[in-house]
């Protein structure tokens, strides 16, 4: 089946703090997995991705790294700040034409 | 990002009443992904259209829900006979200009309320 489980669904931390956000999926098809911030009222918005060639991806404070035998990825943002306070999620596309299947979501608080 | 067109941006409709959402891709591209989002949830996959094709409709529910994708034009998904269950917001996403179909940025979305 096409299922993406993302841990953990809230995720409060201090300024400062470093920030992990995991996924696990299910199709060992799967070769593309983005990161979507979304803000509130707002459109969900492309951070980063990676592809199953690739064990790790870094922008800055954000980073993906991505374990294919465990089929699980994840988002790392270190020195987090208040604007880095959404709801982030995950996705991956399969063989499927791109079609993107989303995790449930983190929403991530950042407390000055 | 700003390249992907939605209007309208808020909808509000009473109960069976029909709604049209529009959507234009990135400009150059001809593909078009429409996705929804309820309430406190996170997104769906409904469709994906290539310009006066429907490649996969997976998502879509059989009934009163319908996509097209002119040659000329937007991208339109239709909602008939809405139903308060509708309410959601309504994205479309577009590759990027020559880039993967993989890559996929957002439009700011429709948000349909439905009384």
């Known amino acids: 089946g096409e299922n993406v489980e993302q841990h953990p669904s809230t995720l409060s931390v201090q300024e400062g703090d470093s920030a992990v956000i995991k996924c696990t999926y299910s199709d060992s098809a799967s070769n593309y997995f983005p990161w979507y911030k979304q803000e509130l009222g707002k459109r969900p918005q492309l951070i980063i991705d990676?592809?199953?060639?690739?064990g790790e991806k870094k922008d800055q404070r954000i980073a993906v790294t991505l374990n294919k035998t465990a089929k699980h990825f994840s988002l790392h943002i270190t020195e987090t700040q208040p604007e880095d306070s959404a709801v982030y999620f995950c996705?991956?596309?399969?063989?499927?034409?791109?079609?993107?299947?989303f995790g449930q979501g983190t929403i991530l608080t950042v407390h000055p | 990002n700003a390249g992907v067109m939605q209007n309208p941006r808020h909808l509000v409709r009473r109960r069976g009443q029909e709604a049209r959402l529009r959507c234009s891709p990135m400009?150059?591209?001809?593909?078009v992904y429409w996705y929804r989002q309820l309430p406190e949830e996170g997104l769906k996959f409904m469709v994906y259209l290539q310009k006066e094709n429907i490649i996969d409709e997976s998502g879509m529910p059989k009934e009163r829900f319908s996509a097209e994708f002119p040659k000329e034009g937007p991208s339109i998904l239709r909602i008939q006979q809405v139903v308060r269950g509708d309410s959601a917001a309504y994205f479309c996403a577009s590759p990027p200009e020559g880039g993967s179909t993989d890559t996929q940025y957002f439009g700011p979305g429709t948000r349909l309320t439905v009384l």
């Open positions: 996705a991956w596309v399969g063989t499927s034409y791109g079609k993107l299947t």
């Open positions: 990676i592809r199953s060639n690739v």
């Open positions: 400009k150059g591209h001809s593909h």
